[in-house]
């Protein structure tokens, strides 16, 4: 492909874009499906503290090239099919009569990289901010997340996925995006955090001061698992991360 570098796409640097920008959901819809057809959405500048509802169809942005979006389709399925097994396992859990014991095995390669292509897709289409107002600078995304995302390279230092030793939030019919904001002028985003399905995963992104580290406190990165335990019924889902 002949180098072209789309201006509205967010992988541009990578020199290989398409001629045409697609509308792009920066959360799959196939998750989004998973929660309802109407998702009460949370923690962008441009609800302003509020909760608002919208149809699937109405989050979305055009924020990728044709052959960027559909390189990714792949990290849209495995996400689909991980976010399948969380609910069943969330069900299953909370049905008392149940007795069963399932464990299941989960890349947690590709649903780091899922959760840093939501981050991409929603800081693109200017659904983060500081101090409740959206930031004002669209940067370019680094080459390691770019990396990580279009050709499965780990990511350096202590970014990735997190989670905090919280039990399972039972939170509204929706989802909540919590972003961590450098103090200093440039106001690049450390660190967000994405309640799915009642649980809140967190993706470290950048260092947090001049030659620190990614690392959350409180918090583990690349956990083992999740379990879901209700008397005589337990539900695995273990990450593998080699």
Not at 106 to 126: D, N, R
């Amino acid at each position: 492909m002949k180098e072209y570098s789309h201006p509205r796409c967010y992988a541009r640097s990578l020199l290989n874009c398409s001629k045409t920008i697609m509308k792009e959901h920066y959360i799959s819809s196939s998750v989004l499906s998973l929660i309802g057809t109407e998702l009460e959405i949370s923690g962008t500048p441009w609800l302003k503290g509020q909760i608002k509802k919208l149809t699937i169809n109405n989050i979305t942005s055009n924020i990728l090239c044709g052959n960027h979006n559909s390189q990714l389709h792949r990290l849209d399925d495995y996400a689909f099919d991980f976010f399948s097994l969380l609910k069943k396992s969330t069900t299953m859990a909370n049905t008392t009569n149940n007795i069963a014991h399932e464990r299941t095995i989960i890349s947690g390669k590709k649903i780091e990289s899922w959760f840093i292509k939501l981050y991409l897709g929603a800081h693109w289409s200017g659904q983060f901010g500081k101090d409740g107002a959206p930031l004002k600078t669209k940067l370019d995304p680094e080459k390691y997340l770019l990396d990580n995302v279009f050709n499965d390279i780990p990511l350096p230092h202590d970014f990735g996925l997190y989670l905090v030793n919280l039990p399972i939030i039972k939170t509204f019919n929706g989802i909540s995006i919590t972003s961590y904001v450098c103090p200093i002028a440039n106001s690049k985003i450390l660190a967000i955090t994405c309640s799915l399905l009642g649980l809140p995963f967190t993706i470290s992104l950048r260092e947090a001061i001049h030659n620190g580290t990614g690392k959350i406190d409180h918090g583990q990165r690349h956990p083992r698992g999740i379990t879901f335990e209700n008397g005589q019924t337990k539900s695995e889902l273990i990450f593998d991360w080699t």
